[in-house]
């Protein structure tokens, strides 16, 4: 599973929370659940990036749950 990107990490991480996210994952390892919670907020962030694009666009876009931050110009 190591990539040329991946790096071993020593860190001390809440196993209850790391167990229920492996469940709502479907992750097989703990590794797994790791790097799959990992690209959801990194995909998340990239949803939010072109909703802030497409609103400066002129295009009518509403943050109905306060979550989107404001782009400096």
């Known amino acids: 599973m190591a990539s040329a990107g991946t ?9 209850a929370k790391l167990r229920k996210a492996q469940a709502i994952l479907d992750a ?3 590794t797994e659940t790791i790097d799959k919670a ?8 990239q949803v939010v ?9 002129g295009k009518a876009v509403g943050d109905v ?8 110009l």
Do not use: P, W
């Open 7 to 15: 790096r071993r990490k020593n860190i001390l991480i809440d196993q």
């Open 28 to 30: 097989r390892t703990e």
């Open 49 to 57: 990036a072109a909703i802030l694009e497409a609103a400066g666009r």
């Open 38 to 45: 990992l690209d959801q907020v990194v995909f998340g962030q």
């Open 65 to 72: 749950f306060g979550n989107l931050r404001q782009r400096s």
